[in-house]
């Protein structure tokens, strides 16, 4: 099918070539929205929204009472990092490393680039506070009787309102409500594994996986990962032929750290090979609503019939970190999960759950989510630009099609855990690689966020970053 495109598209893509061509170079003014207008016979808001997304590209950028003018140009493009070749062997135990990039990024006056959420200044702080103002009138005892096990009847309906489209039907009783995605992946893994079980994720993974997989000593099997596509299913299926695999905890839909987002038609084999196998599968699905795309890319959960997807997801990276709700789908599990909950916390936050109940109910949440992706897909890209301008020859960076993360490769000598504590001394944080692997790997990558909206610090910090590689 042909897709239609915009006005503003084309006029974007016009103005976009005569930059790459150097046509209009650096510093050169655009033509003013007026004569755009009469140069397409469009509308000002027409011409506005095709600046818009050249400025989101951080191609041009706005000066006021000035005009638009052009910011830099994309003459140098940078590849980008490898599909991962997990290797055997055990590295030394990163939760060192892990607590001081923890505490380092509450430092005063640093540049948190290892941030993993959205900054205060992206989220609707005064709505929520509004919110929770509300549901404190309107709960039984103000919220502070316990909520039922299985999380708050509201909360649970309109969440599976919410996600009604997202292939097979999501009913309000087969959702679990948690404190956090972490809280739903820690309940899924109890309920499917035993201590000394096998279980296979991506390489990198969010290191919080890895750490909460030890915990539950539980042995983990780290599988080839495209940046772009996420796991190799072919990778996947020799694992599964060749090993004994308890479950599978994948994130289909950008993936913590490399932004990866599987393809419908590997999900649909991941699916299948779980069934073929009869493992469980922990899908960790809390990117899937920061998406850049023009709609939210599919679960594993949508292509199966099973019941052996236990899909969890939460509010945590979207709209409020704090308030700790999230919730599981745990399909086939839900009595084992409901047993686990009951035993570990009895309950969830009742207010906080009523709070994120309305921002789905109204719409809130929806048209948050909008100015939420836009700031961060121009994010994205402003960020990587930087890196190319800023970083050393033979850098590799990921290129996200949603999520909050970049994944940068740099030249096989760099030890970034050793840069970090150089940068540290600059009040600049980052994630050095190490911490995604339990192997001993990645040492020459680091995780950077773009999270934070684009300024002249975040600028000055990716800057300051790319001259302290030596």
């Known amino acids: 099918m042909k897709v239609k495109t915009n006005l503003y598209d084309q006029i974007a893509a016009d103005i976009e070539v005569q930059i790459a061509q150097q046509v209009l170079r650096v510093g050169d003014k655009l033509p003013s929205l007026r004569l755009i207008c009469e140069r397409y016979s469009v509308s000002q808001s027409t011409a506005l929204q095709a600046y818009y997304q050249l400025e989101s590209k951080s191609l041009i950028e706005s000066r006021p009472r000035s005009g638009y003018f052009v910011h830099r140009s994309p003459n140098r493009n940078l590849g980008l990092p490898a599909t991962s070749t997990p290797v055997h062997g055990t590295a030394g135990d990163m939760h060192d490393l892990i607590s001081r990039v923890y505490r380092d990024m509450g430092r005063d006056g640093a540049v948190p680039l290892s941030l993993g959420v959205p900054a205060l200044a992206l989220l ?147 699916v299948k090979l779980i069934q073929q196998y009869g493992i469980p599968l922990i899908e960790d699905d809390l990117y899937g609503e920061v998406y850049f795309g023009n709609e939210r890319p599919r679960s594993c959960r949508s292509f199966d019939d099973s019941g052996l997807v236990l899909w969890c997801c939460s509010v945590s990276k979207t709209l409020a970190p704090g308030y700790r709700v999230g919730w599981v789908a745990p399909g086939k599990f839900k009595d084992e999960v409901l047993r686990l909950k009951l035993y570990h916390s009895i309950a969830g936050t009742t207010i906080t759950q009523e709070v994120i109940a309305g921002f789905l109910e109204t719409g809130r949440y929806a048209h948050h989510l909008r100015g939420l992706r836009h700031t961060l897909q121009a994010n994205a890209l402003r960020y990587s630009r930087a890196i190319a301008e800023y970083f050393p020859e033979h850098t590799r960076v990921s290129r996200p099609q949603g999520g909050f993360m970049l994944w940068v490769e740099l030249d096989k000598r760099i030890d970034t855990a050793m840069l970090y504590d150089r940068a540290v001394r600059q009040k600049i944080s980052f994630a050095p690689g190490a911490m995604f692997s339990l192997q001993n790997q990645y040492s020459n990558c680091m995780r950077l966020s773009y999270g934070m909206p684009w300024n002249e610090t975040i600028e000055n910090a990716l800057r300051q970053l790319g001259r302290l590689i030596i």
Do not use: W
């Not at 909360?155 to 959702?175: I, M, N, T, W």
């Not at 279980?199 to 539980?218: D, N, R, T």
């Open 124 to 270: 609707p702080v005064a709505k929520l506070n509004k919110g929770l103002l509300q549901a404190t009138r309107k709960l039984k005892g103000s919220g502070l009787e316990y909520e039922q096990v299985q999380g708050s009847e509201h909360l649970r309906r309109q969440v599976a309102l919410f996600y009604s489209g997202e292939g097979r039907s999501l009913g309000s009783d087969g959702l679990v409500v948690t404190a956090g995605c972490m809280d739903a992946l820690s309940l899924s893994l109890m309920a499917v594994t035993q201590r000394g079980d096998t279980i296979a994720v991506e390489s990198p993974v969010y290191f919080g996986i890895l750490q909460l997989a030890k915990s539950l000593g539980l042995t983990v099997v780290e599988l080839p990962t495209h940046p772009q596509t996420g796991i190799e299913p072919e990778a996947l299926k020799k694992a599964l032929m060749t090993k004994k695999i308890n479950a599978c905890l994948l994130v289909s839909n950008f993936n913590n750290p490399l932004g990866s987002l599987m393809p419908d038609e590997h999900k649909k084999e991941v």
